[in-house]
C-alpha cells in the first residue's frame, strides 16, 4: 500500500507517482537527491528496491526537491484532448469510439466528458450522475469520487449542465488555476494508458482546462469549408496555450477526417489541401449512417452494428494511435 500525504496547500503527493517520477528519470542522481532533501543515503534505493518506504516527512521533503525537476509536468497517461471549436464534428462520436476500441484492445482507458450537454455521458448511459466532473474540479472530490467503470478497462468522469457552474465560479475566482484538472489527474493512482477528454464546441475556460492538462490533440474535420475554417481556429487556440507553456507545448497528435466520401465533389476540394498542410491521420472515418443512429440510440458503433465501415474505421484509428505512441 503506498503512502500519500495531503500538503498546507492541498496538494496531494502520492508516494507510487513519486516512485513512478524516479523510475522513469534514472538520470537523477540520488545521492544528490537525498542531500538536497535532507534524506538518509541510501533511502532512495532502497524504496525503489521495496525494501524500505518513504514517511510522510520523507514524501514532503523529496516533493518539494523533484517539483524542481519537473514533477507537477508528467503524467503517466497519455493525455489526449478531442477538440473543434465547430459543432457537429463527431468530438463526442470519436471519444466514445476510440476510447472503447482501445478499451476493447486490451489498453486502459479514461473519458472525461468536457461538455455541459453531457452527451459522452449520456451515450455511455450516465444521464443524472450523483457526482461529476464539476465535483472535482471546484469542489472537494478526488478522481476515486467522480470515476464510474463503464465496462472492463474503460472509465468515465461525467458530466452534465451543471459544469456550467465551473465556468461561472471560474470567470469569477481567479484563484482557482487553469491546471486544476492536471493537478487532479496527476495525483491519480490508476494509472491508464489513455485519457480522452471530450471537448465542447465553444472557448470557454472549459476548454483551456483541458488543453493544459493534455499532451496533444486530435481534430476532427469534415471536408467543407466551414469545418476548415474550425481548423484554423483550434490551431489558434493551440499556439495561444503554447505561448502560455511554452515547457511543455501542446501538439497535434492527428487531424481526423470524418464523414469521408472520397467520390464526391467536396471531399476531393478540401481533404488533399488538408493532407498536403496539416498532420493528419492515415484512418478517415467514412460517411455511415450507423454512426449517427448509434448515438441517437446511445451506444458505441461496436455494439450497435458491430460489421459496419464506421466500427472499421475506429478499430484502424484506434490501431494507429497506439502505433503513434509507440513511435
Not at 469510439?97 to 489498453?107: I, M, P, Q, V, Y
Not at 469542489?139 to 457552474?165: R, Y
Not at 503554447?242 to 467536396?266: C, D, F, T, Y
Amino acid at each position: 500500500m503506498y503512502n500519500c500525504i495531503e500538503l498546507k496547500d492541498n496538494t496531494m503527493v502520492n508516494e507510487k507517482r513519486i516512485i513512478s517520477f524516479l523510475k522513469k528519470n534514472d538520470f537523477l542522481k540520488h545521492s544528490k537527491l537525498e542531500q538536497m532533501a535532507g534524506l538518509s543515503q541510501g533511502l532512495i534505493s532502497a524504496v525503489l528496491a521495496g525494501r524500505k518506504s518513504f514517511s510522510d516527512a520523507h514524501l514532503e521533503k523529496l516533493y518539494a526537491v523533484l517539483k524542481n525537476f519537473g514533477i507537477d509536468n508528467i503524467l503517466n497517461s497519455t493525455v489526449i484532448s478531442v477538440m473543434n471549436n465547430k459543432g457537429g464534428v463527431a468530438k463526442t462520436t470519436t471519444t466514445l469510439n476510440l476510447g472503447t476500441a482501445l478499451a476493447r484492445s486490451g489498453k486502459k482507458v479514461l473519458l472525461i466528458d468536457l461538455d455541459p450537454q453531457g452527451n459522452l455521458s449520456q451515450c455511455l448511459g450516465i444521464d443524472e450522475p450523483v457526482r461529476e466532473l464539476k465535483s472535482l474540479l471546484i469542489e472537494d472530490a478526488e478522481l476515486g469520487d467522480v470515476k464510474l467503470k463503464i465496462e472492463d478497462n474503460l472509465t468515465l468522469i461525467p458530466s452534465s449542465i451543471k459544469l456550467d457552474e465551473v465556468t461561472i465560479r471560474m470567470n469569477q475566482d481567479r484563484t482557482i488555476p487553469n491546471s486544476v484538472l492536471r493537478q487532479k489527474l496527476a495525483q491519480e493512482e490508476e494509472e491508464f494508458d489513455y485519457i480522452f477528454i471530450d471537448l465542447p464546441p465553444n472557448l470557454s475556460v472549459l476548454n483551456y482546462v483541458a488543453l493544459e492538462a493534455s499532451e496533444s490533440v486530435i481534430i476532427p474535420v469534415e471536408p467543407g469549408k466551414l469545418a476548415y475554417n474550425g481548423l484554423d481556429g483550434a490551431k489558434l487556440v493551440i499556439d495561444q496555450i503554447n505561448r502560455m507553456n511554452s515547457s511543455n507545448p501542446l501538439q497535434i497528435l492527428g487531424v481526423l477526417i470524418i464523414k469521408a466520401a472520397p467520390n464526391e465533389k467536396i471531399y476531393k476540394g478540401y481533404v488533399p489541401a488538408i493532407r498536403a498542410e496539416e498532420v493528419v491521420f492515415k484512418t478517415e472515418i467514412p460517411v455511415d449512417a450507423h454512426l449517427k443512429q448509434s448515438i441517437e440510440l446511445t451506444q458505441n458503433v461496436f455494439d450497435y452494428a458491430p460489421k459496419s465501415k464506421a466500427a472499421k474505421a475506429y478499430k484502424d484509428l484506434a490501431k494507429e494511435v497506439m502505433s503513434l505512441k509507440k513511435n
